[in-house]
C-alpha cells in the first residue's frame, strides 16, 4: 500500500511533533506523521509526579546499554520515550537550554547559523513563559514554562544551603546568568506535564493536511538513486510505503535515527555488509559520536519523609558550578538536581524516605557509539555510551560529589539530614569516591550526537540539517547535535526543529 505527503516526518517526539505543527500551518504542505507508538495521553503521562513509572509501560522503548567498562561492566537503562511526544511524554520536564556557548562553539564547528544569536529567538517563539515576554523569554507559545506549582520545602533549603556555601542564587537558569543554584522551570501547565504532543500536535491534528499514524513501525527509508522518496513501515498487519514528494525528516532520536539509517543502507559500508544489508550510501559517521551526561548520587537520609505533590516533577531545584579546574568560557561545568524524594521509583509511588542530590558533568568527554545488532528492523540497537571512560568526566563526577556534601552538611539542608547513606561517610579519598561512583552511576538519559552536524567527514548532517551526499533527507532531532549542550537536553531539541521547520519551509 502506497500512500504519497509532500513531508514524511518518523517519529513523533521532542522534534517530531514540533516539525508535523509547523510544517502544517501551511494548507498546501501535505504533512505524514509516522510515530511507533501509541497516543501517550494517559493519565500516568499528564500527571508529573508519576513520570518515573512510565519506564516500565509502554510508553518507553525499554532500551538498555551494552555492559558499560566505565562502570563496572554493568548496563545502563536508556529511557526513551514511545508514543506521540515521545521522550518529552516521559521525562522530567525539566526546561535548561544550555550555555550560550555551547551553540557558538557549533558555529565554530562549521554549522553556520547555529549561534546563541542564531538559535535565541526559536528558543523564544517555542515558549510560553510565566514570566512573560523579554529578552529572554517568549510568550503566546506552544510550550508551557513555569515554575513548580508547590516546590518541596527540601528543594528550597538546598538552594539557600548552596547560596550559603557561596554560590549566586538564580531564579531563572535560562535568563541573564547560567550559574547558580535555584529552582528549575518545568514544561507544565496547569499542574499537567506539557509534552511537545500537548503542546504542538494536538492542537494540529485536526487540520486536513495533517495526517498522524500511530502504532507503525518504521523499518527504512526508501531511497531512489542518491534521493529519499519515502518510508516503509510496519504497521502490525502489513508493511506500508509512504511517499515524500518533497522531503523525509528522521526524527525518531540519537538511538533510533542512525538506526534507520542504517538499515536503510546509510553508514559505515563494512559494519553494513557484515550484517548483510547492501550499502546505498557510505557514510561511516552514522551512529558515531554517542555522548551523554553521566550521573552519580549522593543519596541522604531524612528526618522525616517529604511526600511529593502531584504536579511535582520529583527535581524542583538545582545549581550549576564551575568546577575548581575550569579555566573555559563556560558558565559551569557541572549540574545537580535535587530529589526531595529517592529513588524516583519509590518516589511516584510516594513511598521515598530518602533524598538524593544528584550530578552531571555538562560536557562529557567520553564518546561511544550506536550500532545495529541485526538487519532486523524490529531488533533492538546495540547502545554503547562509554560512559566515564574519560578521566576528565571522572574528576568532574568526584568533585561534584564533595561539593553536593559540602551543601548538605550547611544551613539549613542539614537540619532535614540525619545521615549520608551513599557514598557514606567512610569514602573519603578519590579511590573511594571512584569506586563508588563506577559501580553506581548511571546517566541522564540525555543521548545525542550520533547523526552530528558539521562538514566534515566524521559528520552525518550538513548545517541545513541534510544527510550529507543525498537529496531530500535531514535529520531533526538530538543525534544531530555536534557537541551535547550544558544541561538538560529536550527543550534544545525543540528549538533544533522549530530552526528546522524553516529550513524546510525556505527549501520548498
Not at 532531532?477 to 534544545?492: H, L, R, W
Given at each position: 500500500m502506497v500512500n504519497g505527503s509532500d513531508i514524511v516526518i518518523v517519529g513523533a517526539g521532542s522534534a517530531g511533533c514540533v516539525l508535523a505543527s509547523r510544517l502544517s500551518e501551511d494548507p498546501t504542505c501535505k504533512v505524514t506523521l509516522i510515530e511507533a507508538g501509541g497516543a501517550g495521553d494517559s493519565n500516568m503521562v499528564r500527571r508529573p509526579s508519576q513520570f518515573p513509572l512510565l519506564w516500565d509501560r509502554e510508553e518507553n522503548w525499554g532500551y538498555s546499554t551494552t555492559a558499560q567498562r566505565?562502570?563496572?561492566?554493568?548496563?545502563?537503562?536508556?529511557?526513551?520515550?514511545?508514543?506521540?511526544?515521545?521522550?518529552?511524554?516521559?521525562?522530567?520536564?525539566?526546561?535548561?537550554?544550555?550555555?550560550?556557548?555551547?551553540?557558538?562553539?557549533?558555529r565554530d564547528l562549521g554549522n553556520p547559523g547555529w549561534g546563541w544569536r542564531d538559535v535565541l529567538p526559536y528558543f523564544i517563539r517555542s515558549?510560553?513563559?510565566?514570566?512573560?515576554?523579554?529578552?529572554?523569554?517568549?510568550?503566546?507559545?506552544?510550550?508551557?514554562?513555569?515554575?513548580?506549582?508547590s516546590p518541596n520545602p527540601v528543594a528550597h533549603a538546598f538552594v539557600d544551603s548552596a547560596v550559603a556555601c557561596g554560590h549566586r542564587r538564580n531564579a531563572d537558569f535560562n535568563g541573564e546568568h547560567r550559574d547558580g543554584a535555584g529552582l528549575y522551570h518545568l514544561s507544565i501547565r496547569d499542574g499537567v506535564r506539557c509534552s511537545t504532543a500537548a503542546a504542538y500536535l494536538?492542537?494540529?491534528?485536526?487540520?486536513?493536511?495533517?495526517?498522524?499514524?500511530?502504532?507503525?513501525?518504521?523499518?527504512?527509508?526508501?531511497?531512489?538513486?542518491?534521493?529519499?522518496c519515502g518510508v516503509e513501515v510496519f504497521d502490525g498487519t502489513q508493511v506500508r510505503r509512504f511517499e515524500a514528494t518533497h522531503e523525509v525528516l528522521l526524527c525518531a532520536g540519537a538511538i533510533d535515527s542512525p538506526k534507520l539509517l542504517m538499515l536503510?543502507?546509510?553508514?559505515?559500508?563494512?559494519?553494513?555488509?557484515?550484517?548483510?544489508?547492501?550499502?546505498?550510501?557510505?557514510?561511516?559517521?552514522?551512529?558515531?559520536?554517542?555522548?551523554?551526561?553521566?550521573?552519580?548520587?549522593?543519596?541522604?537520609?531524612?528526618?522525616?519523609?517529604?511526600?511529593?505533590?502531584?504536579?511535582?516533577?520529583?527535581?524542583?531545584?538545582?545549581?550549576?558550578?564551575?568546577?575548581?579546574?575550569?579555566?573555559?568560557?563556560y558558565?559551569?561545568?557541572?549540574?545537580?538536581?535535587?530529589?526531595?524524594?529517592?529513588?524516583?521509583?519509590?518516589?511516584?509511588?510516594?513511598?521515598?524516605?530518602?533524598?538524593?542530590?544528584?550530578?552531571?558533568?555538562?560536557?562529557?568527554v567520553s564518546?561511544?557509539?550506536?550500532?545495529?545488532?541485526?538487519?532486523?528492523?524490529?531488533?533492538?540497537?546495540?547502545?554503547?555510551?562509554?560512559?566515564?571512560?574519560?578521566?576528565?568526566?571522572?574528576?568532574?563526577?568526584?568533585?561534584?560529589?564533595?561539593?553536593?556534601?559540602?551543601i548538605a552538611a550547611a544551613e539549613p539542608l542539614a537540619r532535614h539530614l540525619t545521615a549520608e547513606l551513599a557514598p557514606g561517610p567512610a569514602a573519603t579519598s578519590d579511590a573511594d569516591l571512584e569506586r563508588y561512583i563506577r559501580g553506581t552511576g548511571g546517566c541522564f538519559y540525555h543521548p545525542v550526537g550520533t547523526?552530528?552536524?558539521?562538514?566534515?567527514?566524521?559528520?552525518?548532517?550538513?548545517?541545513?540539517l541534510r544527510v550529507r551526499?543525498?537529496?531530500?533527507?535531514?535529520?531533526?532531532?538530538?543525534?544531530?547535535?555536534?557537541?551535547?549542550?550544558?544541561?538538560?537536553?529536550?527543550?534544545?531539541?525543540?528549538?533544533?526543529?522549530?530552526k528546522a521547520a524553516d529550513l524546510v519551509r525556505r527549501a520548498a
Open positions: 566505565g562502570y563496572a561492566l554493568r548496563s545502563i537503562l536508556c529511557q526513551r520515550g514511545k508514543g506521540l511526544g515521545g521522550s518529552s511524554a516521559i521525562n522530567a520536564m525539566v526546561v535548561i537550554r544550555g550555555d550560550p556557548h555551547d551553540y557558538d562553539h557549533w515558549e510560553d513563559h510565566e514570566l512573560g515576554a523579554s529578552e529572554w523569554h517568549g510568550s503566546g507559545g506552544p510550550l508551557a514554562v513555569t515554575t513548580p506549582l494536538r492542537s494540529a491534528m485536526g487540520r486536513p493536511n495533517l495526517t498522524v499514524i500511530t502504532q507503525a513501525r518504521a523499518l527504512r527509508v526508501a531511497l531512489d538513486g542518491d534521493r529519499a536503510s543502507g546509510i553508514g559505515d559500508p563494512e559494519a553494513l555488509r557484515s550484517h548483510g544489508i547492501n550499502v546505498r550510501h557510505a557514510l561511516p559517521a552514522v551512529g558515531r559520536h554517542l555522548c551523554d551526561h553521566p550521573q552519580a548520587g549522593l543519596m541522604l537520609a531524612l528526618k522525616a519523609p517529604m511526600p511529593a505533590h502531584a504536579s511535582s516533577n520529583l527535581a524542583e531545584a538545582g545549581l550549576f558550578m564551575r568546577s575548581a579546574t575550569s579555566s573555559g568560557e558558565a559551569s561545568d557541572i549540574q545537580f538536581h535535587v530529589l526531595p524524594q529517592a529513588p524516583l521509583i519509590a518516589a511516584a509511588r510516594g513511598l521515598a524516605p530518602t533524598m538524593a542530590i544528584a550530578t552531571l558533568a555538562c560536557r562529557p564518546r561511544g557509539r550506536v550500532a545495529l545488532r541485526s538487519a532486523d528492523p524490529l531488533d533492538t540497537p546495540l547502545i554503547d555510551p562509554a560512559y566515564m571512560t574519560s578521566p576528565e568526566d571522572l574528576a568532574l563526577m568526584i568533585e561534584s560529589l564533595r561539593e553536593a556534601r559540602r547523526c552530528r552536524m558539521g562538514p566534515g567527514e566524521d559528520a552525518v548532517v550538513n548545517a541545513e551526499g543525498l537529496r531530500g533527507l535531514r535529520v531533526v532531532d538530538a543525534s544531530v547535535m555536534p557537541q551535547i549542550t550544558s544541561g538538560n537536553t529536550n527543550a534544545p531539541t525543540i528549538m533544533i526543529a522549530e
